[in-house]
């Protein structure tokens, strides 16, 4: 608009509106550089929400998959420390029937010492179940924080 009432004087001025009208061609191209400015701004603007949403989805996903993982290895921890404590129980009626069937010494220690290395193994299986919630717990939280900064 500015550009145009400029050329309106320029024309109107006649000989002495000459470098009037140069001024107002340069404020047109201006403009139209601004527009096109504009636009290009406007396309960044909805691709970035574009992107914030899919962000948003992907997140929220995240969060479930992450938190049906924690209720899978809680299922899995109470189902080993179960098979920890049977074994346990297996043990020591192991023990007690050797020490009450001498003939049968030999057989009852290597049934003992077969069921003390599936205790380590449980243990170290247990163990390993509570490292991975523990890591999946810390992995919740960061994509909480995440959500919440989003």
Do not use: C, P, W, Y
Request: no cysteine; net charge negative; glycine share 6%.
């Amino acid at each position: 608009m500015l550009a145009l009432n400029a050329a309106v004087e320029a024309v109107r001025a006649g000989e002495h509106g000459k470098g009037f009208a140069v001024v107002a061609a340069e404020i047109r191209k201006l403009a139209d550089q601004s527009k096109k400015s504009t636009e290009k701004i406007s396309t960044l603007v909805g691709d970035i929400q574009s992107a914030i949403n899919i962000t948003v989805v992907v997140t929220h996903e995240g969060t479930k998959t992450v938190e049906e993982g924690t209720r899978i290895a809680q299922e899995t921890s109470e189902s080993f420390a179960g098979v920890e404590g049977a074994v346990n129980n297996i043990v020591i009626n192991s023990q007690q029937i050797s020490l009450n069937i001498n003939q049968q010494a030999i057989a009852i220690q290597q049934i003992v010492s077969a069921m003390n290395d599936l205790n380590i193994a449980a243990r170290e299986t247990a163990s390993g179940i509570s490292q991975i919630r523990s890591g999946t717990q810390q992995l919740n939280e960061s994509a909480q924080a995440l959500k919440a900064t989003i």
